[in-house]
C-alpha cells in the first residue's frame, strides 16, 4: 500500500487541523493532490478521532505521530549518571600522549616475553621427549631396530672380555699342573741325590755329580712353589658392567660361573684328542688335561700351597741338607706329600705309592750301616782276603710281610766267626730299623773259602724284619745313624 500520509511533526501543503497554539490536538493530515495518486485515486477524507479511541489509549496506526513508549524511572535516572560522568573532566585532565606509548610498548614486551617463553617450553619439551626416546633405543634390552644399541654392544663386550678371561685361567691352571709335575720330580731328585751323595762307596767323580744335581733341585723346589702361589692368587674373575637384561650376582657366585667356563673350556680341549689314540703326546695332553680339570675349584689345594712360608721352606731344606736326620726328613715330606696329595690328580696317586712303597736300597744301606758297626773293614776286598769280616752274598726281599733273609759267609784268622756273627745279630735287633732277627743256619770250616789257606771260614743265613713303616718313603732316612759297636752277647735260636 502507497503510503499517503506523512508522518512527521510538520503539515505540508495548505490546511491544518487544530490550532497552531494547541499542542495537545490532534494533528490532522493534508490531503494529497489527486495527480499524485492517479487519475483513478480517491482521496481519503480525515475522521475525527472518537472520544473511545483516546479513552482507551490507542492511536490510530495512520496517525501522523506514534506514542513515545514510557522508560522507567531508575532506567533514565542510570543512563543520565552516565552522561553526566561522560561530560566530567578527569583531575588531571587527559593522559599524555607519552605514557600511553609507554603502556602499549610494556604491552607488546610482555607478550613477546611470553612468546619466547611458550617457543622455550616447547623446545624443552621436544628436546626432553626426544631424550627419551634416544636413551631408550640405546639402553633397552629389546630395541633393536636401529640395529645394536649400546645395551646390546655392551653386553657383546662383556661376553669378549668373560672370553678372553677363561682363556686366561685355562693357560694358568695349565701352568700350575706343569708345575706340580716339575715339582714333584725336582722332590724325588732332592731325596734321592741326597742319599746317593752320602753313600762312601761313590768314587769322587760322582759324588760331586749328586752333590750338584741336589743343588739344582733344592734351588728350584723353592722357585716352582712361588711360581704356583702366584698363579693360583690370581683374579679368576674379572669385572664388567651389568646391562639392564643380566641378573644380580654375589661374588661367589661369578666366582662359580668363571671355575665352570675354565672347565666347560678344559673339558673342549680334552674332547678334541681321539679318546682311542695311542701316540705318545695324545697320552701326555690328555692326562695333563684332565689333571688340571682336578685342579679347578679345588679349595684344599689352594690351602694348602697358601699356608707355606716359602723362607721357612728354603731354610728346612738346607738344615736338612747340612745335618740329616729322620726328624726334619719327615718334616720336608709332609710338607711336599700334603701339596702333592691336595691336587686329586696323578701325581697325588703316585705320591701316596711313593709313601707306601719300600726303598729297597735304603734297606740294603741300613743293613751295611749295622754292619759296619760290628766289622770295621766292611766293604773292602782287599782287607777282607788279608783280616777278615764279613760278605754278603745275597738279599731276599718279600714285601708282603716286610721280611728279609740276608745269606752271607765270614772270614777270621781267629776262629772268632761264630762271635762275630753273634755280634751282627744284636746290631741288627737293635736298630730302630729292624726287629725280629733271627740266625737260621752257620756253618764253619778250616780255612779260606773250599778250605783251603789261613784262617777259617763260616756261612749263614739270617732272617729279620723291617719296622713298620721305618722304611716307606715317608719316613726312612737317607743318611742313617751309627750304632756302638756289641762285643758281646749272641741271641740263640733252637
Known sequence: MAELIKLDGSSSGSGTSGGAGNPGAPTTATATKPEALGPQATVPQPQPESNLSKDLGLTDIFSKTAPK????????????GKEALAKLKPILGAPPVLEKSLEQEKTTHMKHKLRRAQAFFLLVFAAGWAGALYFYSELSPNFDLLGPNTTHKLHDTNTSLKKLQTDLNKYRFLAVQLDLNDFSYQSDRFFANLASANNPALSPEQHDQFLANLEEAKKALPTLLSDIRNLLNKDLAISTFRTEGETVQSDDQIRQEFE????????????????????????QNGRLLDNTLKLVG?????????????D????N????????DVKKEKALRDVIAKILATTRSDIATVAELKQRRIDWSTVIQQIESETRNVDKHYGQVLLYQTYGGIVYTGYDFDAATNKIVLSGSTRTMDGSNFTLMSNLVDQLELSTHFEDVQMRSFSKTKGGNGGAGEGYSANFKIDLRMEPQKFSEKDKSAVL???APVQTGVKRVN
Open 312 to 315: 721357612d721352606f728354603t731354610k
Open 298 to 310: 679345588n679349595r684344599a689345594f689352594v690351602s694348602s700351597v697358601g699356608q707355606i712360608l716359602l
Open 260 to 283: 665352570e667356563s675354565v672347565k666347560n673350556a678344559l673339558r673342549d680341549d680334552r674332547n678334541k684328542i681321539p679318546a682311542i689314540s695311542t701316540e705318545t703326546e695324545d697320552l
Open 69 to 80: 513508549p514510557r522508560e522507567s524511572k531508575m532506567v533514565a535516572s542510570i543512563v543520565a
Open 481 to 483: 745313624e751309627k750304632k
Open 317 to 324: 731344606l738346607n738344615d736338612y741338607i747340612n745335618t740329616p
